[in-house]
C-alpha cells in the first residue's frame, strides 16, 4: 500500500516541482527579451525618422544599376559537331 502511495505522489511531486520552476524561467527570459529588444527597436526607429527628413545636401547614395546584359557566344551542340564530322567534305 505505501509502495502504491509513493508511485503516485513521487511524479505529482516531480511534474508540480518542473512547473514551478518552468513557470518563472518563461517570466524571466520573457522580461530579459523585452529588454533587449527594446533599444534595437528604438534604433531601427530612429533611423526611419531620419530617412524621412529632407536635407539640404544631395543624395549621395547611387541609383540602383541594372545588370548588364551580354552576348556569350554559344558552343555549338554536340549534335552538330557529330552531324558536321560525319558528313563527307568534298
Given at each position: 500500500m505505501s509502495l502504491l502511495i509513493v508511485l503516485i505522489i513521487?511524479?505529482?511531486a516531480i511534474l508540480l516541482g518542473l512547473?514551478?520552476?518552468?513557470l518563472p524561467m518563461r517570466l524571466l527570459l520573457a522580461h530579459m527579451a523585452k529588454?533587449?529588444?527594446?533599444?534595437?527597436r528604438e534604433f531601427i526607429q530612429r533611423q526611419?525618422?531620419?530617412?524621412?527628413?529632407?536635407?539640404?545636401?544631395?543624395?549621395?547614395?547611387?541609383?540602383p544599376v541594372e545588370p548588364v546584359r551580354t552576348m556569350i557566344p554559344r558552343e555549338t551542340s554536340d549534335r552538330r559537331k557529330a552531324a558536321e564530322s560525319a558528313t563527307p567534305k568534298a
Open positions: 513521487a511524479p505529482v512547473f514551478l520552476a518552468y529588454q533587449i529588444t527594446a533599444p534595437i526611419r525618422d531620419r530617412r524621412t527628413i529632407d536635407r539640404d545636401s544631395p543624395d549621395r547614395r547611387k541609383p
